[in-house]
């Protein structure tokens, strides 16, 4: 599976984006999908997954202003980020995960647990 995230760019405070991962060379939809974003210096963190069946489950950081959907047909998850923030700034990657394991953020948020990974996308929020 070859995973390619775009949509990352620079935004001011308040600003949104929506970021896009494109899947191809596997049945995208036996898959549960996982966002992470990684800042300069810091580890790699959970930002939101959405199941094979569309189940969703957000950090507790992004939870209300981020949404997480997918589109089978075109092997694509999408990330809409909204009221972002100096914080958000990071490399943002998606993520593959088989659709048989339980759909739980302790699965979920787990970054060595994944299949693969596409390239990440920057996003840059100015303050």
């Known amino acids: 599976v070859q995973l390619q995230a775009s949509g990352g760019g620079l935004v001011q405070t308040g600003g949104s984006l929506r970021l896009s991962c494109a899947a191809s060379?596997?049945?995208?939809?036996?898959?549960?999908m996982g966002w992470f974003r990684q800042a300069p210096g810091k580890e790699r963190e959970f930002v939101a997954a959405?199941?094979?069946?569309?189940?969703?489950l957000y950090s507790e950081v992004v939870r209300g202003r981020f949404t997480v959907s997918r589109d089978n047909a075109k092997n694509s998850v999408y990330l809409q980020m909204n009221s972002l923030k100096p914080e958000d700034t990071a490399v943002y990657s998606c993520?593959?995960?088989?659709?048989?394991?339980?759909?739980?953020?302790?699965?979920?948020?787990?970054?060595?647990?994944?299949?693969?990974w596409g390239q990440g996308t920057l996003v840059t929020v100015s303050s």
């Open positions: 993520g593959t995960k088989i659709g048989s394991v339980n759909f739980s953020m302790l699965n979920m948020a787990n970054p060595s647990t994944y299949g693969y």
């Open positions: 959405i199941s094979r069946f569309r189940r969703e």
């Open positions: 060379g596997g049945t995208f939809s036996n898959y549960h």
